[in-house]
């Protein structure tokens, strides 16, 4: 039994929830699991319940940033409902989890035939690209502190509970960091009783002194996140087709 914590899901209608909710594939997601490689065709949209995936941009030199990450606020293979049929990141988790797949065929049908589907997509494609320009924008600007401290934040808002299962060399790699540099932002969180360590571990002891450390790039993503409008939260366990 899964339980329904996409916000994209939870924000349909329930006819367009239990049609779509049929022929949902869902599993775990483990870290360092690429989803997606840049330039490979949709076969399906991925709608991550709990965990984070990151949408990385890789150099020639090797090095790699991320573009932006999805999480239970968001689905994999929004530029299906715009037209475009292959990813253009790469596309990795970086916070264990558990997400559901579904069809491109299937999710055309569900387009066709109901109206709150591509509405809703829509709405969370705006939010997306709001949120790739404040990742711009807090790349060129803002202290690596600021940057890990509001990369911490998001990975812990795809959780249930205070802890990731994360290590400083995924962090690095997804903010274009050597791993020192993470090492001594997380060291310093640690002595300040902000966060607490351990091997492939992270767990956030005090969320309001992280936020006071992230700079304001989290508060303006979390703003333009979608939100479930009222009355039509359709949370609740279930038994995904095919789950794993």
Not at 62 to 68: A, L, P, Y
Not at 76 to 84: E, K, N, R
Not at 100 to 110: M, P, R, T, Y
């Given at each position: 039994m899964f339980e329904i914590r996409n916000r994209v899901l939870r924000s349909l209608r329930p006819a367009a929830m239990e049609f779509i909710g049929r022929r949902l594939v869902t599993r775990p997601i483990a870290a360092g699991e690429v989803i997606y490689e840049e330039g490979a065709p949709f076969t399906h949209a991925v709608f991550p319940h709990e965990g984070r995936l990151s949408l990385m941009a890789i150099m020639e030199s090797?090095?790699?940033?991320?573009?932006?990450s999805i999480g239970p606020e968001g689905f994999?293979?929004?530029?299906?409902?715009?037209?475009?049929g292959k990813a253009v990141s790469r596309s990795v988790v970086r916070v264990p989890g558990y997400a559901?797949?579904?069809?491109?065929?299937?999710?055309?049908?569900?387009v066709a035939e109901f109206e709150c589907v591509t509405q809703t997509m829509l709405r969370y494609a705006k939010?997306?690209?709001v949120q790739l320009m404040e990742t711009v924008a807090c790349n060129s600007l803002h202290t690596a502190d600021q940057r890990v401290a509001r990369w911490l934040l998001h990975a812990i808002d795809s959780v249930r509970g205070e802890s990731l299962d994360v290590t400083q060399q995924a962090i690095a790699e997804s903010l274009g960091f050597r791993r020192a540099t993470v090492n001594q932002v997380c060291a310093t969180l640690m002595d300040a009783g902000v966060i607490g360590q351990a091997?492939?571990?992270i767990t956030v002891r005090d969320r309001f002194a992280l936020e006071s450390h992230a700079c304001e790039c989290y508060r303006r993503i979390c703003s333009s996140a979608l939100a479930a409008p009222a009355g039509e939260d359709n949370a609740r366990a279930f038994e995904a087709v095919g789950s794993e």
């Open positions: 090797g090095r790699t940033v991320e573009k932006t994999l293979g929004f530029a299906l409902v715009l037209g475009g559901s797949w579904l069809a491109v065929s299937d999710l055309d049908e569900a939010a997306l690209i091997r492939g571990n």
